[in-house]
């Protein structure tokens, strides 16, 4: 963020999505569109989706150490209260498709209609993809995730 600010392409990348076109944060630019990290300390972030960036849980649902990064494929389910897919850049993975994953801070967004996907890590709910009108953010590589990240790429540059 200290980057982006630098060189002003923060208030580009909201003048951007302000004027609707599509816009895909990958990974780190995924937690880059929320409101605030706790990476390095707290920091802004962009804001253009409400929440915030966590630390992804030391330990699993049942209290056993897990590994940090969470490294790896791991299946994309629909988040516990939401719909299905049609209509955002998942539209044509199925639940259940695994995607390749690299990160030890999870998005953690206010409200639950934001997220798209999720994925379970350590028997635990983390935000795999994120939505806001024509804001989206993958916590996962879709470059590395073969042809399911194909498909999503596909979709996004559909919108």
Known sequence: MAGLRRQGL??????VAARGVPLLGI????????DESEEFGTTAGLGLISGGVV?????????RPQKIP???????VVP??????EGTLLQE?????????????MASPIHPYHRIADC????????????????F????????????GLKVLKCFLAQ
Not at 55 to 63: E, I, R
């Open 80 to 85: 516990k209260g939401g719909e299905n897919w």
């Open 10 to 15: 923060d208030a580009v990348v909201r003048e």
């Open 70 to 76: 969470h490294i790896g494929w791991n299946a994309l």
């Open 120 to 135: 379970l890590y350590g028997g635990m709910p983390v935000s795999a993809a994120i939505r806001r009108e024509n804001v």
């Open 137 to 148: 953010g993958c916590q996962f590589h879709p470059e590395k995730s073969g042809e399911v």
């Open 93 to 105: 993975v199925k639940p259940g498709e695994a995607v390749y994953f690299v990160h030890s801070f």
């Open 27 to 34: 990974c780190l630019g995924m937690q880059m569109l929320l």
């Open 55 to 63: 630390p992804v849980p030391s330990n699993t649902a049942d209290d």
